[in-house]
Structures are given as structure tokens and as C-alpha cells.
């Protein structure tokens, strides 16, 4: 078996030429209209959008920064503007059941005419229906009605006292009611003069009192009669007056919506309650006599609220025409913004509130289009989940207080009536978001049938470079930045593929890539050029790391000084250096841990240490079981295995997980069984399968610049380097000085297949493949661990007690 070779210069970055290139600058490119790279998620969108049957809702899901939002709003917006506009939709009072307001639906454009109609048509009848009310004909009329009352009162007043004369007796009014008094010759008696009449008399005018009295009392009952029936006769002349006053003027109004039968019935009603109120019109003076006349308490209204509201529209959607379908994006998903709320005043102590006070929420808004929520928002927001799928289950928006519908307010409300919802829902979120809603809300894929799944990369290919750069032209136009130059978008490019962690792939990441260009803009306008050049993308790189490396500088720090414990030269038995990465917000960065492995006679146990520990996560354990059962059937497959071994991250104080260690970990196993050094100036990453082959691992770029940093501070030998998978020599994109000092051969990166081609380069010696008779030549690493294990097999057999060894 032939020792890998260590990889050219060439296989460590992957170059994007600017010779294919026409262009000079990004100005010259045709702006990107289409959103590349997510063929799946725009063909998701156009089916979501498309189909009309319920429940086809969508959720669009990828990490954040990949640019879902811009990408569905644009394209909505697009589609929608070829839609046709929804109707508006108002309230108003309900005056059989006020509590209970009704909706109205109106054709686009209309709501807020009708509402100003309504609102110009109130103020007329404020002035219209007081001018009729003092006009002299209505004054002669009420006069005449007073009259009569009057008249009637002093024809039954003057019967009554015309027969208590008759009898010699005077009916004399006094602030009390009533007195009767006894008369002699048309003059009234005094007391004592009564007391001196002789006692028949005496008696006679005490019976003709006493009959009068029971006069009076008819005559008292007849009085509210006389009342009564000139209230009516007032009742009927307002009504004859208000029907004059008001009838022209609603019916101006009515013939202008005279095609929609809801708008043309809510006026009827106005128009009766108007007749039947008409005092509210009047003015507070001629409102208070009437009043005070008719026996009644002048209507009482909240402080400023004018009794005349009630006959208002809510304009609670309103549209303007041939404006197309609404898109809506709502950033404070809360309960009350999805489904509108009924706001309330406070009054005297209470909160008071008509169907005026209606709020539009959300959902009402986007009606008849589109409704765009941020699903992680949505689901931190109180029973606001719970409420889009109510709407979304009964389309229709149904307006609830929470603390009703909670139980905690018994206040009575308004309960307006339901409005019909048509609408296409776009939840955006991440992934996991999206799979933990699938699993635990089994209502969620009955409402968003549709998932967009955006891409977070891109084939990295000729005809897709000139791709990027129309869309790196076109983000650069949007934030006015400088056009950049042919060589600006190579780099860019060459970025993107390091953001993508793939040579072979680019990044779909659009705030990263913005960001990137943003910043090397700043650098560009720093050093006073009119275009973009590969160096302020270079140097916008560098100020990236920069900014974030603070605690990657204090770790290589710490090795340097010998805080932690890193050899790069010489050769240490059991003692390998493992590669792993730290992620800091949206930084990474790669660092070197010394990884160690001991053996001795035991039970055929592999202890890891930080799984013993509760330091080592599921997948690192699981790393450490896949090496140890390699061991046990490579080389002690027909024998017990008598080893206790322990492998072990020096001086890590946290937790570790990830399996990119576990071949790192077989090195220094394979080391101590055979007792054979490793070269300390070579770091390991990969993780290893049962059959000893060697795997990809993520963040090869990081581990690799994480290890040379550490080298290039100590001075670059030449026989430094890094060990990784074959499998991801395609991910890499280094650094440019870690490609110089390779090509200068000061560092070396060598790429493995198997446990064999790596432990041959780690020790220098050869591994060894089995004969025809099945051993492994002498002197090879794989002959010293299987005598290892073969001679430990023998220790324990003959330690065992006689009965257990016969047993064995």
C-alpha cells in the first residue's frame, strides 16, 4: 500500500478566474429580477400560491439570513398586483341589537367614500333637522297643539268650579292643589264666619265639599289624558317634520348606493332611528323644553360623543381600486394585531365603546391576498397561534377579547359579526421550528400543506458564476453601493464558497453576502476608489475575523505561553493532536487539543473518559464505540479482548460532542498498543467507521488554519501539516498564507481514505496488510497492536482462576 502523498497547492483552493468574465464592472451586468439558487422553493411558492383549496397555506423554512423574507414579499408583490382587489368591509350599528354590530361588504374603493357620505350626511341633518324644527309653521302647529292641551285643562277646570259656585262654594288654587271655600253673596267666608252659619248649613256646604272632592278627582285623572294625547299629537307633527327634513337628504344618499342592498338597508334604519330620535338633533335649549314638555329626560351621551355616532361607518377595511391584492406583513404578531380588537374609553370611572372603536387586525387586512408572519414571533405571542388557526379552520375572522374568552371579564362588549376570511398564510421560520410544529400540533399540516425549503447552496459552476455576479451587481445597486470590478466578484465568489464550506458549492446566504459587500465598500469609499477591487473584499474579509477573533487570539495565546499543552515537534508514544472547532455567533475558528490514549490488561474495555464524565455528548460516545469495535474485530476477532484502554482530551472543561475526533482518537489508541510514537508536528481530524475508513467531518478549512496558526507562531519546519478525510478535499477553500506556505513547503496537508494510510503517515511506519495465511508482516503497526493484544490475551488467561480458565 502506497503512502499518501500530501496534497498541491492547487487541491487547497479553488480559484474563480476573472478571465471568464466579459464584464469590467458590475455595471454592465442586466439586474437579477429571479432569485437563484432556490429552484425548489420558488417552484413550492408558484404551487402554495396557485392552488385555491383550503388548507394550502405555506411555510417557508432555512436558516435565518438566507433572504426568505425578501424573496416571498417580492414575489408576492408581484403576483398580487395582477390580482384582482378584495371588497372593503365596514361596520356598522347594529340598531335592533347595538351590542351586536353588523359588517358590511363593499366593492373596492367604497368604504371610504361611504363612510365620508355618511359622516356629510349626519352634519346636514345636525343643521337640517333643527332649521325645520324652528321654522314658524312647525312653532304655529306645536302652538296649536299647546293650545288645545291648554284648552282643554281650563274647559274641564271652568266645569268644575262653575258647578261648585252653583252649590255656593269656591274652588280657589293654591300651591298645594285645590281648596275649596264656602261663598255667601260671591264673597268667600273666613273661618269664623263659616263656624257662625247655623249648623244645617254647616252641614250642607261640608256635603258639597266633600261630593266636589270627588269632582276633582276625575277631574286630576282626566289632566294626563289631556297630556297624553298632546304628547301624541307632538309625537306625530315631529315625525310628519323629521320625515320632510330627513327623507330628501337620506334618499339623495341612498340613490347613490341604490346597487348594493346592504348599504341601501343600513340607510332605512338610519332613517328611522333618526325620526324616532329626532330630539337629538335639536339644540340643547329647544331639547330640554321639549323634553321637559313630552314628561322625558334628555338623552344622555360619554363626555364628547355626540349621540349621532351611532349612525357612523367603520371603515374598517378600505382599499383603494384596481390596487390589487394586499400583501401584508405583520412584525408584531400579537393575538389583538392578527384579529383586531374592540378598543375601549374610559368614562366616569367605566370603559365605555361602540363598533366605532373596532380595530382591523391582520387578518382582516390582508383579506382576499396575502399574510406574511414571522412563525417564531407568532408562537411567543399569547394564544395568538391558537387564534390564526381558529380563523384559518372557520375562515372567517371572529373578533374576541382575551379576557373574554379567557372568562376573566364579565363586562358586557360588543360581539361584531364574523367577517368571511379568504387568505394564503406565509409562516417563515427555521427549519426545526418547522419539524417540531410537525410533530407536536397535529392541526399544523391540516393548515400549511405547503413547505418552502430554501437551499443554503448553490452549484458552483460557470454559467451559475455569472449568475452570482448579476446578483451580486444587483444587491450592490439596491444599497448603492460602488459597481465592483471583474476581479472584486471573483473574490466574492471565492468567498462565497468558503462560506459555503464546499470548493464546489456557493453560499445562498444573502445577509452574509450583503454584509461582505457593504463592508468592502466601506473600504473602497476608506481608500477613495469609484469601484469595488478584490482587495477591499479581501480586506473586508480580514476585518471580519478580526472583530471576532478575540477569543481565538487569547487561545493561541494560551498555547503559546504553555497554558495549554501543545506539542508541534517530536514524536510522543499514545499522544496525537485532534482538530476541533469553536462556534462563536456567526464566527468560527479552529484549535488544536491534544487528544491521549493509555492500555493495560483488563476486560476488553475502551473508557472515555468524558463520557464518564458527562463532558462527552451522544455522538462523541458514539465515536469511541465505533473504534473500539474496530479494534475487537480487526485484531481480536477469535480471542478475548484483554485490553483497558483510556482515551481522553487533555485539559477540556466543557462539553464535547461530534464524532470528527473518533479516528484521532483510534491514532493514539493504535500508538499505545503499539508502542509506537506519533509525530506530534502532524494534527488528525476524521471521524473513522467499523471498518476503519475515514470520514468527512465538517469545518476541515477552520481546523486546518487553527492548527497552522499555532505552527506558524512557533516557525514553520516543513514537516508540519494536517491529516484529513479524502472524502473532504473538496471543501477546501484556505487561507491564502496557509496555500503559500504549502507551496513554499513549509506545511504539508495530507488527505486519508483509511486508519491505515494515516497511521503510516503519523508513525513513519508501515501499517501492513494481512498475508494469504491471514497475519500481518513483521515490523508493521498492525503486527505489534495484534502481539499486543495476543500477549495481554495470555496475561489474563493465566491470571484467571483454574475452573474459569478451562471454562474460558
Known amino acids: 500500500m502506497d503512502s499518501p502523498k500530501a496534497l498541491s497547492p492547487q487541491m487547497l483552493y479553488t480559484r474563480c478566474d476573472p478571465e471568464q468574465f466579459s464584464f469590467k464592472t458590475t455595471d454592465e451586468l442586466e439586474p437579477m429580477e429571479e432569485t437563484i439558487g432556490q429552484n425548489r422553493a420558488i417552484a413550492a411558492v408558484q404551487f402554495g400560491t396557485g392552488i385555491e383549496h383550503e388548507g394550502y397555506n405555506l411555510f417557508c423554512l432555512g436558516p435565518t439570513g438566507i433572504g426568505k423574507h425578501f424573496f416571498i414579499r417580492h414575489y408576492l408583490e408581484e403576483k398580487a398586483s395582477q390580482q384582482p382587489t378584495p371588497p372593503d368591509w365596514c361596520y356598522v350599528n347594529n340598531f335592533d341589537e347595538p351590542q351586536k354590530p353588523r359588517m358590511i361588504q363593499l366593492p373596492p374603493g367604497v368604504a371610504t367614500t361611504l363612510h365620508a357620505d355618511i359622516d356629510q350626511l349626519i352634519e346636514e341633518l345636525r343643521s337640517a333637522i333643527p332649521a325645520a324644527f324652528e321654522g314658524e309653521d312647525y312653532r304655529a302647529r306645536k302652538q296649536v297643539i299647546e293650545d288645545e292641551v291648554k284648552e282643554h285643562q281650563g274647559k274641564a277646570f271652568e266645569e268644575l268650579r262653575r258647578k261648585a259656585q252653583e252649590k255656593g262654594i269656591a274652588v280657589v288654587r293654591t300651591p298645594t292643589g285645590l281648596v275649596f271655600a264656602p261663598m255667601k253673596n260671591g264673597e268667600i267666608l273666613g273661618p269664623e264666619e ?86 337629538e338633533f335639536l339644540s340643547p335649549p329647544q331639547e330640554a323644553s321639549l323634553a321637559s314638555f313630552l314628561g322625558v329626560s334628555p338623552p344622555q351621551s360619554p363626555r364628547g360623543w355626540h349621540a349621532t355616532r351611532r349612525y357612523r361607518v367603520n371603515a374598517l377595511v378600505a382599499h383603494t381600486a384596481n390596487h390589487g391584492a394586499p400583501v401584508i406583513y405583520e412584525d408584531h404578531p400579537s393575538y389583538q394585531n392578527l384579529v383586531g380588537q374592540v378598543e375601549h374609553i374610559p368614562q366616569m370611572g367605566a370603559l ?60 358586557v362588549s360588543l360581539e361584531p359579526e364574523p367577517i368571511p376570511l379568504r ?128 477569543l481565538r487570539e487569547r487561545l493561541q495565546e494560551e498555547i503559546q505561553r504553555g497554558t495549554i499543552l501543545i506539542d508541534t515537534q517530536g514524536e510522543k508514544v499514545g499522544q496525537v493532536n485532534g482538530l476541533s472547532v469553536i462556534q462563536m455567533g456567526q464566527f468560527m475558528f479552529g484549535h488544536p487539543s491534544r487528544i491521549t490514549a493509555r492500555a493495560r490488561l483488563g476486560k476488553g474495555e475502551v473508557i472515555d473518559i468524558e463520557r464518564e464524565v458527562e463532558l462527552g455528548g451522544p455522538i462523541h460516545s458514539k465515536g469511541v464505540l465505533i473504534l473500539a469495535n474496530f479494534i475487537a474485530s480487526r485484531y481480536a476477532a477469535e480471542r478475548p479482548l484483554s485490553l483497558s484502554a483510556s482515551i481522553v482530551f487533555e485539559q477540556s472543561y466543557a462539553g464535547i460532542e461530534g464524532d470528527s475526533a473518533s479516528s484521532t482518537e483510534l491514532y493514539a489508541l493504535l500508538s499505545a498498543l503499539a508502542e509506537i510514537p506519533i509525530k506530534q508536528s502532524i494534527a488528525v481530524t476524521g471521524s473513522v467507521n467499523q471498518h476503519g475508513q475515514v470520514q468527512a467531518i465538517g469545518g476541515v478549512n477552520e481546523k486546518i488554519e487553527g492548527f497552522f496558526d499555532v505552527c506558524l507562531a512557533r516557525g514553520l519546519t516543513g514537516d508540519q501539516g494536517v ?27 495530507f488527505a486519508v481514505d483509511t ?51 478451562e471454562k474460558e
Not at 505489534?784 to 496475561?795: D, Y
Open 194 to 279: 263659616f263656624e257662625q252659619l247655623p249648623e244645617g248649613e254647616h252641614k250642607r256646604i261640608e256635603e258639597e265639599i266633600t261630593n266636589l272632592r270627588q269632582q276633582v278627582g276625575n277631574f286630576m285623572a282626566q289632566l294626563p289624558v289631556f297630556e297624553r294625547e298632546g304628547r301624541e299629537k307632538l309625537k306625530a307633527l315631529n315625525r310628519d317634520v323629521a320625515v320632510f327634513a330627513v327623507g330628501n337628504l337620506i334618499d339623495e344618499v341612498r340613490n347613490r348606493y341604490s346597487k348594493l342592498p346592504q348599504v341601501t338597508s343600513h340607510l332605512h334604519a338610519i332613517e328611522q332611528d333618526v325620526i324616532e330620535n329626532v330630539d
Open 352 to 411: 365605555i365603546t361602540d363598533f366605532n372603536l373596532i380595530r382591523a387586525g391582520a387578518l382582516h387586512r390582508a383579506n382576499g391576498g396575502y399574510l406574511i408572519l414571522d412563525a417564531h414571533k407568532v408562537l411567543l405571542q399569547p394564544y395568538a397561534w391558537e387564534g390564526l388557526k381558529r380563523a384559518l379552520q372557520s375562515s372567517k375572522v371572529t373578533m374576541e377579547s382575551l379576557g373574554q374568552m379567557l372568562g376573566f371579564v364579565s363586562t
Open 423 to 550: 387568505v394564503k398564510v406565509v409562516l417563515i421560520g427555521e427549519r426545526l421550528l418547522f419539524y417540531l410544529l410537525s410533530h407536536f400540533d397535529p392541526e399544523f399540516h391540516d393548515l400549511f400543506k405547503v413547505a418552502v425549503d430554501f437551499e443554503e447552496q448553490m452549484d458552483r459552476s460557470s454559467d451559475n458564476n455569472l449568475l452570482y455576479a448579476r446578483m451580486i451587481g444587483t444587491m450592490a445597486r439596491r444599497d448603492k453601493l460602488r459597481p465592483l470590478s471583474c476581479p472584486a466578484v471573483a473574490r466574492v465568489i471565492e468567498q462565497s464558497a468558503r462560506f459555503a464550506g464546499d470548493a464546489e458549492k456557493l453560499s445562498t446566504h444573502n445577509r452574509t453576502m450583503g454584509d461582505l459587500l457593504r463592508e468592502a465598500d466601506y473600504w473602497a469609499r476608506d481608500a477613495k476608489r469609484t469601484t469595488i477591487e478584490a482587495d477591499d473584499v479581501e480586506k473586508a474579509v480580514e476585518a471580519q475575523v478580526y472583530r471576532a477573533g478575540r
Open 723 to 749: 491529516l484529513i478525510p479524502q472524502s473532504n478535499v473538496k471543501h477546501l477553500m484556505l487561507r491564502k498564507d496557509v496555500v503559500e506556505a504549502v507551496a513554499a513547503g513549509k506545511f504539508k496537508v
Open 755 to 805: 486508519i491505515d494510510q494515516g497511521i503510516e503517515i503519523l508513525t513513519g511506519v508501515p501499517a501492513g496488510d494481512r498475508d494469504k495465511e491471514g497475519n500481518f508482516p513483521e515490523g508493521t503497526v498492525n503486527r505489534r497492536v495484534e502481539a499486543r493484544l495476543i500477549m495481554l490475551a495470555e496475561k489474563r488467561k493465566s491470571y484467571a482462576a483454574p475452573g474459569i480458565a
